[in-house]
């Protein structure tokens, strides 16, 4: 192998879609240190790199044919197959993901951010069902939960990553007036009012190109928020067990709850709290101590020809205030005068 730049390198990426969006930004880093070198992805979620001019070939896990004979045996090759999740500069929250991984596999970051291209067909496509709704106001699309779905998780709420099912309630409420809401979800996900329903199993990338079409998006820390950002696309994020220091683009307003709670509980072992939501370690007496509703409808009212900002040659989903980050230094909420930590 050569000491600067292999024939190939080999990214093997596990994980949700959220962590395979974040990680095209990763890619293209390590495709700019080494311009010469094929990249070839094995992963997960295969669609997410289809199209992607950063790479020279993408497996999905588990049906690799011939894989050792073509990219390993006697070949030029690098392997990243690293969990960046257990790097110490991600489980003590002092670097976002994306800056922990390419350190793990050391290479300069310089701003990539994720990407999602999309061929004329992905692009272009609207569903019927969404195509036939006669637009009477602007399109707010709205994830209030998130998840890998029903046969992998046991509650229809993670209190960790979900914005409560009442105060989604509440949030419509106080929007159905300004918005006509779409309201994307599993099936089994709670039911809301005054939203369009939409919860049909399509290709990610049919899926992501809602947000398209949206005017505005309301998002947890889920796959969506990294789309938005992957299209350039400006989204209010809510936070309530992760941090956009971590996960996060300085392109959305990214609010936290307004009681944090950092300590973990008896089950925490590395991270403070498990992401399914178990219900023992909630540590909240108060729903409205986890949700600043006057800050997330606040920050859809705005004029919305300034919610998304200009392109320029720079993506604006790079991680500009987000590089080595204080701890808790996420884009702040409207109003501070309630965000304090409890002593434990």
């Known amino acids: 192998m050569s000491d600067q730049s292999p024939e190939f390198a080999v990214f093997n990426i596990e994980g949700g879609i959220g962590k395979h969006i974040c990680s095209t930004a990763v890619v293209r880093a390590y495709k700019n240190n080494h311009p ?40 030029d090759t690098v392997v990243f197959s690293q969990e960046p999740y257990k790097e110490t500069s991600h489980i003590k929250k002092q670097k976002h993901l994306i800056l922990t991984w390419c350190k793990m596999i050391g290479i300069d970051y310089k701003g990539e951010a994720p990407n999602l291209p999309m061929n004329m067909r992905e692009a272009n496509y609207v569903d019927p069902e969404l195509a036939k709704i006669q637009k009477t106001k602007p399109i707010l699309l709205f994830q209030p939960f998130g998840g890998p779905g029903k046969d992998h998780q046991a509650d229809n709420y993670s209190w960790t990553r979900d914005i409560h099912p009442e105060v989604a309630q509440h949030i419509i409420d106080k929007l159905q007036g ?33 947000i398209r079409i949206a005017d505005r998006c309301l998002f947890v820390d889920s796959s969506f928020q990294h789309a938005a950002a992957a299209m350039n696309k400006s989204a209010t994020v809510v936070w309530v067990g992760t941090q956009p220091e971590l996960f996060g683009y300085d392109l959305h307003t990214n609010i936290k709850a307004p009681v944090q709670f950092p300590e973990g509980t008896i089950d925490s072992y590395l991270y403070d709290y498990n992401f399914t939501g178990a219900g023992h370690e909630c540590p909240y007496d108060d729903v409205n101590q986890m949700f600043d509703v006057d800050s997330i409808v606040k920050s859809l009212l705005q004029p919305i020809q300034t919610a998304d900002k200009p392109t320029t040659s720079a993506p604006q989903s790079k991680l500009q205030q987000f590089v080595n980050p204080p701890l808790n230094a996420a884009k702040p909420a409207a109003t501070k005068k309630n965000r304090k930590k409890t002593n434990k």
């Open 36 to 75: 010469t070198t094929k990249v070839i992805v094995v992963c997960a979620w295969p669609e997410i790199y289809l199209g992607n001019k950063d790479i020279e070939r993408v497996y999905r896990l588990g049906n690799v044919p011939y894989f050792y004979e073509d990219y390993i045996y006697a070949k």
């Open 178 to 210: 300004q918005y006509q809401i779409i309201h994307v979800c599993y099936d089994f996900h709670p039911k809301l009012n005054n939203v369009i329903r939409y919860e049909k199993v399509v290709p990610k990338k049919t899926l992501f190109n809602m």
